[in-house]
């Protein structure tokens, strides 16, 4: 969208929200983010990043708001015409694609324009962006929120979604959202410290008919023009325990994804929990079929996700841990399982020590469905139910990963970090080749901090494997100098085929709200993975800049 008259009128809004503030003595707060981040990118044959067509990459976001008491206002501007490598061909582009105005009334609000949102653990609905993806898949409508009434929080929307720079009135998604404290109308509960809700969603997706032929055919697949997807879910907490339960059911979707089978989709979890000081405990799972949901049917890529099913696999921030991250298979469906369980040995004990040890186990398991397809017509799947499956039966297992890491304090100025992993990824399912990679993955983490001023913190990485590519070491070394000043060296380093080198060196500087990178080196090609949704990111080399400004 690069049309500026909604620009003009925001500003307009917003300049008159002010100067009336100032005259009736309010308060108004403004805010906003600056974000870039740059790459010069260098030609590397060694890792096949080939010939670029600009000298410089730049993802660059600004964002402003207003907020007053009756009424909040923002926009974004964002810059990326030469975008950095790795995202879709239509996320390039610029102007201002979000812009929104809020009247806070209670008990209710009213959005008008932009705006992003969540239903439960977001199985039918969730809009938000993700920058390092390229996700921003916001509607632009209207939304009203009712929050003030004793117990109940309710939701109403409907709008456009944004792809990249365009909205499509082809498409239109339509939701609502209640949730009800039950517990804020019991003062049996209340005494006896329980929390207990329930809460519903519904969402409608309509989209106009297009000509979807069946392979080989001149048959044209009769298109549903309206999807329906339900969601019901309860809480209940009562002291250090808590349970959760969410089923969500989805009508008729042929799309892209399901190769235009018209199976309905469902999604089960189940959560467990139990938290003291010391000790935590996490138990879930998760059974989904069939529940990649877009706006636009016959999408691919990260784009037009009205949904967003969550990875029950643990997030690794280490790099060779998330070296081959899982990828949540929406449309294929999956059995999920995952446990994370911390114990805390106290001081003074013999496995606690002078100053305490924290121990934590965390497992994911996930595995497919067991399928029997259905009869093919005309020698395709298109327009049938795809396949039948029992809701119990397992199929092959797509991602495993058991790790242990232990926490300890050894002095009172250095902390020790170690880390074992044991991981199976099955590279066919998420990424379309090479079989099951087994990994073996150590990790030692040190931080030593001198005086208030200067902090040295180590990482020494081993990833052992017969697949893929073999094996890796990986170490860094980071210096902070408070309050300013952050250096970096690290090397990511393939002994097992390539015998390559990703290095990486790069000064940070902080000032107040203002943060500056500046680096250079190598990125592997690799998958960028958040929540569950994965983005291919090329091999590069260059200089990277990064500067970001939050007033």
């Known amino acids: 969208m690069k049309s500026y008259t909604p620009v003009i009128l925001l500003s307009a809004l917003l300049f008159s929200m002010a100067l009336q503030a100032q005259e009736t003595g309010r308060k108004v707060a403004f805010h906003g983010n600056i974000q870039s981040d740059v790459l010069f990118p260098e030609e590397d044959d060694n890792i096949g990043t080939g010939h670029y067509d600009e000298w410089g990459l730049t ?24 975008p950095l490598p790795g995202f879709e061909p239509d996320f390039k582009g610029w102007g201002v694609p979000n812009i929104y105005v809020k009247g806070k009334l ?4 009213i959005t008008v324009g932009n705006f992003y949102d969540q239903f439960g653990s977001g199985f039918i609905f969730r809009t938000y962006e993700e920058r390092s993806l390229g996700i921003d898949n916001s509607l632009i409508g209207a939304r009203v929120n009712v929050t003030g009434v004793k117990g109940l929080q309710l939701k109403v929307l ?59 055919t001149n048959y044209r697949l009769n298109l549903p023009l309206y999807v329906n997807a339900f969601d019901v879910r309860t809480r209940f907490q009562k002291g250090n325990y808590s349970f959760f339960a969410e089923y969500a059911w989805k009508s008729q979707d042929p799309s892209f994804d399901n190769d235009y089978i018209y199976r309905r989709g469902n999604a089960l979890m189940l959560s467990a929990s139990y938290s003291q000081r010391g000790i935590s405990a996490l138990v879930q799972l998760k059974r989904s079929e069939n529940m ?30 998330a070296l081959y991250p899982y990828a949540t298979q929406a449309a294929d469906g999956e059995w999920a399982f995952q ?10 004990t013999a496995l606690g020590g002078k100053y305490g040890t924290k121990l934590s186990l965390n497992i994911s398991h996930i595995r497919g469905l067991q399928k029997t ?31 242990v890491q232990l926490e300890k304090k050894i002095t009172n100025a250095f902390k020790l970090n170690l880390m074992y992993m044991n991981q199976a990824y099955n590279q066919t399912v998420v990424e379309g080749h090479g079989g099951t990679v087994h990994t073996n993955i150590a990790i030692v983490e040190g931080k030593y ?33 408070l309050p300013y000043f952050m250096f970096t060296v690290s090397d990511m380093w393939n002994v097992g085929e390539t015998d390559l ?23 592997r090609a690799g998958y960028n993975c958040s929540g569950g949704v994965c983005r291919y990111v090329p091999a590069s080399r260059g200089v990277q800049l990064s500067y970001n400004f939050t007033f």
């Open 59 to 82: 993802n660059t976001y600004a964002d402003l708001g207003l907020m007053s008491r009756y009424v909040d206002a923002g926009l974004r501007f964002e810059f990326t015409e030469f």
């Open 106 to 109: 209670k008990p209710l609000d």
């Open 158 to 216: 409907s709008g456009m979604q944004r792809r990249y720079w365009d909205w499509s009135a082809d498409s239109w998604v339509t939701g609502a959202d209640a949730e009800v404290n039950i517990d804020r109308y019991s003062s049996a509960m209340q005494a006896k410290n329980i929390t207990f809700s329930v809460g519903g969603s519904y969402v409608m997706k309509h989209e106009t008919d297009e000509d979807i032929i069946i392979p080989g």
């Open 292 to 321: 990649s949901y877009r706006s636009r049917r016959s999408m691919n890529g990260t784009s037009a996700f009205i949904n967003n099913m969550p990875a029950f696999a643990y997030q690794h921030t280490y790099a060779l841990a």
């Open 339 to 348: 446990g994370e369980f911390s114990y805390t040995f106290k001081r003074h």
């Open 373 to 403: 397809p259905v009869a093919a017509e005309m020698g395709s799947f298109y327009g049938t139910d795809g396949y039948t499956t029992s809701f119990f039966r397992m199929g092959e297992r797509y991602y495993q990963d058991i790790n």
């Open 449 to 481: 901090r001198f005086n208030n001023r200067f902090t040295l913190r180590g990482e020494l990485q081993y990833l052992a494997t017969r697949q893929d590519d073999g094996d890796w070491a990986y170490a860094l070394f980071e210096l902070s100098v």
């Open 501 to 523: 080198h990703y290095y990486m060196g790069s000064v940070t500087f902080n000032y107040k709200a203002h943060r500056l990178m500046a680096g250079y080196g190598r990125t």
